[in-house]
């Protein structure tokens, strides 16, 4: 999953379905509970146990729904990581081809400058890699 926003989001609605779902169950609980005919101390303690049984099924779907924020906010940060990588491997790449390609190329050769001396140094992380967040490209080119 790791990188993987489309899978990410899927656990979150998987999640946000299942507090729905704890949620239908904790009334349907409560509805029976309440419906029993029979009275007295056994009725009694029967309804305050199927009460705290749907107290803690809604404290649960409550944790089921802050899960599927979380992983909402986590899938928005790893798309922002993953914009932030390929803008970074664009820009290596342009100034790359910037320092092997026409004119510049040719005048590297005979003085060379920064911008060709970073090219011939570069040595870039594969493709999509965590790794390019760290990557300081030049930017006087």
Known sequence: MYG????????????RERAVDLR???????????????TGLAAGAM????????????????AHDTAAEALDRHAREVD?????????ERRARQLLESAAGGLAGLV????PDGLHDWAQHFE?????????????LPTWA
Not at 47 to 62: E, I, K, P, Y
Not at 126 to 131: C, D, E, N, Q, V
């Open 108 to 111: 590297a050769h005979a003085v």
């Open 4 to 15: 993987d926003t489309t899978a990410i989001r899927a656990l979150a609605r998987s999640m």
């Open 24 to 38: 239908t169950e904790a009334d349907e609980l409560a509805g029976r509970a309440e419906a029993v005919p029979w």
């Open 47 to 62: 309804r305050h146990t199927a009460l705290g049984q749907v107290t803690g099924l809604r404290v649960c779907a409550d």
């Open 124 to 136: 870039p992380p594969p493709l999509g890699s965590r790794a390019w967040l760290d990557v300081r």
């Open 80 to 88: 922002r990581l993953k914009d932030l990588i390929a803008a970074a």
